[in-house]
C-alpha cells in the first residue's frame, strides 16, 4: 500500500512497471470485460484515444447548458420546506447528464431512470463480488443476486436496443456517434466490434455517475454543516448570476469560490477511494522489493486526509484552493482522479458538471440536514459517501451584492491555460 504522494505518481506514472490489475481490476475484468478501465496497458492507448474526444475541454464547454439544463429540473421538482431525496436525484441528474454524453435523447425519460436503478444495483453487487471472490455464493438464488442480474441483463438489452436503433437511423455527433463510425473503420487503425462498442458505453455509465452524484451529495452535506463555506459560496453564486440566472460556460471563470467547494469536495470526501496495481516484472519500490505478480494499492482517501499534506484533514475549507493558496505539494498530494495515463478520462468534465451543478441548484434552493442528523462514517464500496441522503429543500434568500467575497477580478484562469503536463489542478479545472 502506498501512503505517500511522491510514491503513489511513482507507481501510477511507470504504468508498464505497475500496470492494471491486482484484486479489485482482475475480479472487475471478469464481471465486465476487457474495457477501458480495467484493460492491459497493451491494450489500453487504442481505447483511450478512441474515448478521449468526446471528453476534451472543447467538447465540455459544449455540454454546460445540457448540464444547468438538467440541474435545473432536478430541484425545481423539489417541494420547499420538505424532506428530498438528495442522492437519489444527484444520480437521475448525472444519468440524464451522461446519457446525453454518450447517446444524446436517446434514452427516453423512463428508460433514463431505469438505467439509473439498474447502474445503483450493478455497482453495489460488482463490490461484494469484487472483494468476496467466491462466485458460488453469487449463484445462490437470494434477492441480492437476483437483484444484479436482473439489472445487469437490463443495462445490457436497453444498451443493446440503442445501438441497433442508431444503425437505422441517422449518424449523431455524440460517443456512440464516435464509436460506430469506429466499427466501419473510420479515423481508427483498427475497426472495433460491436460487443467492444457495447462495453464502451456500460463501462462510461458505470464510471461516470455514481461517482458524481455522490461528490455533489457529499458537497450538499458538507455545505450544510459548514455554514460559513456555505454563505460564501451563496454570496458568490448571487454576486455571478443575480437572480437565479442558470449558469453558461461564460460563467466558470467567476464560479471561482464554486470550484473551490467541489474540489475540497473530492479531497475531503474522494468518491474513487482504493485502487490497484499489479506489477508486471520484479521491481522496487521505496527500497523494497517486490517480485512481478504483487499487488500494489493506493487511496486518495488516505492521501487526501495526510496531515503531513493537508493540515487539519478533516476540516472542510475550500479557500484551501484559493488561486494562489495549495503548494506545489498540495497539488501533487491531490488525486481525486488519479494521475498518469490511466487518469479519469473524465476529470475535467466531472469537474465542470460539479460546479455548474452545484451553482445551478444552490442558486436555487438551500439544504438542510434533517433534525438529528448525525454524520455517519460512510461505508467502503466501489466507491464511497452518502448513498442514501435525504435533507430539507428550503427556498433561498439572496446575499447582498456588497457581501460577495469573489469579484471578477479573481476569476482563476480556463482549464485549457492552466493545465500542465502530468500535473492535476483539480482547482483550476
Ligand atoms: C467525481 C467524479 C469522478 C471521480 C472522483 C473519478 C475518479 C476516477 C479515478 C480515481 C480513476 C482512476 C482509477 C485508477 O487509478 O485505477 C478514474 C478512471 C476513469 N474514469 Fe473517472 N471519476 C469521476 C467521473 C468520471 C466521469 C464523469 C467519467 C466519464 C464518463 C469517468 C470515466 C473514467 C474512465 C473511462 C476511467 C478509466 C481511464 C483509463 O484507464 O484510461 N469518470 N476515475
Not at 455533489?216 to 443575480?242: C, I, K, M, N
Not at 472542510?316 to 497539488?331: H, K, N, S, V, Y
Not at 462514517?377 to 456588497?402: D, H, K, N, Q, Y
Request: glycine content about 6%; charged content about 25%; hydrophobic content about 35%.
Amino acid at each position: 500500500m502506498v501512503c505517500h504522494p511522491e510514491l503513489t505518481h511513482e507507481v501510477l506514472m511507470d504504468p508498464h512497471t505497475f500496470d492494471k490489475g491486482g484484486p479489485l481490476y482482475d475480479r472487475l475484468g471478469k464481471l465486465m470485460g476487457d474495457g477501458i478501465v480495467t484493460c492491459r496497458q497493451q491494450t489500453h492507448r487504442d481505447k483511450r484515444r478512441l474515448l478521449q474526444p468526446g471528453f476534451r475541454p472543447s467538447h465540455v464547454a459544449a455540454y454546460t447548458d445540457l448540464v444547468a439544463q438538467e440541474a435545473e429540473s432536478v430541484c425545481d421538482a423539489w417541494p420547499t420546506g420538505r424532506p428530498v431525496p438528495v442522492t437519489e436525484a444527484m444520480m437521475t441528474l448525472t444519468t440524464r447528464v451522461i446519457s446525453r454524453v454518450l447517446l444524446s435523447d436517446s434514452l427516453d425519460d423512463a428508460t433514463t431512470a431505469e438505467v439509473r436503478d439498474c447502474l445503483t444495483d450493478v455497482v453495489r453487487g460488482l463490490f461484494v463480488r469484487t472483494v468476496v471472490p467466491i462466485d458460488a455464493l453469487f449463484r445462490l438464488p437470494v434477492p441480492a443476486n437476483r437483484r444484479y442480474r436482473r439489472a445487469l441483463s437490463r443495462l445490457h438489452t436497453i444498451i443493446d436496443a440503442v445501438i441497433a436503433e442508431r444503425r437505422r437511423g441517422a449518424d449523431r455527433d455524440d460517443v456512440l456517434g464516435t464509436l460506430l463510425a469506429a466499427t466501419r473503420g473510420d479515423g481508427v487503425p483498427a475497426p472495433i466490434t460491436d460487443q467492444e462498442v457495447h462495453d464502451h458505453l456500460i463501462t462510461l455509465l458505470l464510471t461516470g455517475v455514481e461517482t458524481q452524484a455522490l461528490c455533489l451529495s457529499s458537497a450538499f452535506s458538507l455545505l450544510a454543516r459548514h455554514p460559513e463555506a456555505e454563505g460564501r459560496l451563496h454570496a458568490e453564486l448571487d454576486s455571478v448570476l443575480g437572480e437565479g440566472r442558470r449558469p453558461g460556460p461564460e460563467d466558470l471563470p467567476h464560479l471561482v469560490h464554486t470550484r473551490c467547494v467541489v474540489s475540497e469536495t473530492l479531497r475531503h470526501s474522494s468518491p474513487g477511494w482504493l485502487f490497484t496495481r499489479v506489477t508486471t516484472r520484479e521491481t522496487e519500490l521505496a527500497g523494497c522489493r517486490l517480485p512481478a505478480g504483487a499487488a500494489v494499492l493506493y487511496s486518495p482517501h488516505l492521501l487526501h486526509h495526510d496531515p503531513s499534506s493537508f493540515p487539519d484533514p478533516e476540516r472542510f475549507d475550500p479557500g484551501r484552493w484559493l488561486p494562489g493558496r495549495p503548494t506545489a505539494e498540495q497539488r501533487r498530494a491531490m488525486m481525486p482522479f488519479s494521475a498518469g495515463n490511466r487518469k479519469c478520462l473524465g476529470d475535467e468534465f466531472a469537474m465542470v458538471e460539479a460546479t455548474l451543478a452545484l451553482a445551478t441548484i444552490a442558486g436555487r434552493v438551500r439544504l438542510r440536514h434533517l433534525p438529528g442528523y448525525v454524520e455517519r462514517t460512510p461505508r467502503p464500496g466501489i466507491t464511497m459517501g452518502p448513498r442514501s441522503l435525504v435533507m430539507i429543500c428550503e427556498p433561498r434568500s439572496r446575499v447582498p451584492a456588497a457581501a460577495s467575497p469573489t469579484s471578477r477580478a479573481t476569476a482563476a484562469p480556463r482549464t485549457s491555460e492552466s493545465r500542465t503536463a502530468g500535473e492535476h489542478v483539480v482547482d483550476n479545472a
